[in-house]
């Protein structure tokens, strides 16, 4: 039993979060499951549909909606890359507190088909993102194509030149890799200056390809790699310093979407277990070797769940803590109302508990 049975820490910070749209069934019912993780911030994504956010006023009427769901949660808000957005609403985004501008490359995930084929024609717009200290956050894939040599094992790698790029011509621009899944990725962050970071998803601290090729509640973009890759995701965790932090890419999809006719819905659902799951992945890993013992502290769990992410986004230090403990809940089978169902990530199993303080 390498980690301890316990472990006061501050309140987390999840800085990639999908809640879908808002009013509608499925934020309805997995918006409220946030701070039931321990989390009281999050960033959220906007690759809505039909239409995705690409204006302040729809980030904050999405807002607004979801803080009926609940208030106590804060709720940092994204516009989506899209060709209509402008260098002013850039600006009136900075001054109305939307904390980032996501891009997807077009066809490379859910609801991408708005998205990015090049990022020149956006040139104007990211160097008014970069002087007004607004966030890029990537979607860091190439899109499946067989002529490419492109497939979902290779994607994250055949991206990175693309982030390089980034980082070169805007130097001074804030860029997040989100949902980094590769040995790869890991070394391209670490080679970039302090201004590109990159998040880590609970599940990917604990997949294989081997499982999500065999479970479609596994299965997501970017897809879970090879053990080197895990390994080389826990080692960024514990080593952190600041470079990566939380974003569970907690992806909801009805259960419909995920074992219906045609092609599964990419996206694991980990929300109101996301700590629990972090802490299971460090102590298998380091059960298998892939870290050690003592590489997992309290301050290593502090910075990773909660003040990295908050320091790189400028959004205060958490003022609560909570009290996480070894095998103190069960997984649900599913979360369901008479609308739509969800399977979360590890259904059914024990995991660990979350105590407000």
């Known amino acids: 039993m390498a980690l301890k049975d316990s472990y006061l820490l501050p309140a987390a910070a999840d800085m990639h979060v999908h809640l879908r749209n808002a009013p509608g069934p499925i934020a309805e019912l997995v918006t409220p499951t946030i701070r039931k993780a321990g989390i009281d911030t999050v960033f959220v994504m906007p690759n809505l549909a039909p239409r995705p956010v690409v204006t302040v006023d729809e980030a904050l009427e999405y807002k ?3 803080q009926a769901y609940d208030p106590e949660v804060n709720y940092l ?4 890359l899209h060709e209509s957005i402008t260098p002013d609403e850039i600006r009136k985004a900075k001054k109305a507190g939307i904390a980032g501008v996501k891009a997807y490359p077009r066809g490379a995930t859910t609801n991408s088909q708005w998205g990015v084929v090049s990022f020149d024609p956006f040139h104007a717009v990211l160097s008014t993102m970069e002087a007004e200290g607004l966030v890029l956050n990537l979607h860091g894939e190439m899109p499946s194509s067989p002529a490419d040599n492109v497939t979902v094992m290779n994607a994250e790698s055949k991206f990175l030149p693309t982030l390089t790029s980034l980082h070169a011509k805007y130097p001074q621009l804030k ?3 989100e949902h980094c ?3 790869d990725a890991v070394a391209a962050v670490r080679a970039c200056g302090p201004n590109v970071v990159a998040t880590i998803t609970a599940h990917h601290l604990s997949l294989l390809v081997d499982d999500w090729s065999a479970n479609v509640h596994h299965y997501c973009k970017p897809s879970a790699k090879s053990p080197e890759d895990r390994r080389a995701l826990l080692q960024a965790l514990v080593a952190s310093e600041g470079k990566f932090f939380l974003g569970t890419d907690s992806a909801p999809h ?3 979407s995920k074992k219906g006719k045609g092609n599964t819905a990419a996206g694991v659902f980990t929300q109101p277990y996301a700590l629990g799951y972090v802490l299971t992945a460090l102590e298998e890993g380091i059960a298998r070797g892939d870290i050690g ?3 997992v502290t309290e301050e290593v769990l502090a910075g ?8 790189f986004y400028e959004v205060e230090p958490a003022e609560r803590k909570i009290l996480v403990k070894r095998d103190g809940a069960v997984v649900e089978e599913s979360l369901k109302t008479e609308k739509v169902e969800i399977v979360p990530f590890r259904s059914g199993e024990k995991t660990w508990s979350v105590e407000w303080q």
């Open 64 to 66: 607004k909606a979801l």
């Open 77 to 80: 808000m994204s516009l989506y």
């Open 175 to 177: 860029i997040v890799l």
């Open 181 to 183: 899944t590769s040995a």
């Open 254 to 256: 009805d259960i419909s």
């Open 293 to 295: 013992e003592e590489a």
């Open 304 to 311: 990773f769940l909660s003040e990295f992410g908050r320091r």
